[in-house]
């Protein structure tokens, strides 16, 4: 995320709060989203897979990406 944040321009050198990480994934996610419009990627498919590889990965017990 550090990557991601220097190359952007989000942050200089480290992630802060809470909130200001959140608006980093925001930032991410956007920007994922611009990348698939160039594409031609189905964004609401592939957070489906994302959503049931990550539920897989964690058991069921992983605290985001709920069906």
Sequence with gaps: ???FCKQTGVISSSLG???EALLIVADLLADLAHWCD????DLPSALMHAAR?????T???GGQLRP
Aim: charge should be neutral; avoid cysteine; charged fraction near 35%.
């Design 1 to 3: 995320m550090i990557a």
């Design 17 to 19: 709060d809470k909130e």
């Design 38 to 41: 160039r594409n031609h990627v």
């Design 53 to 57: 590889r990550y539920q897989a990965e």
């Design 59 to 61: 058991g069921g017990q």
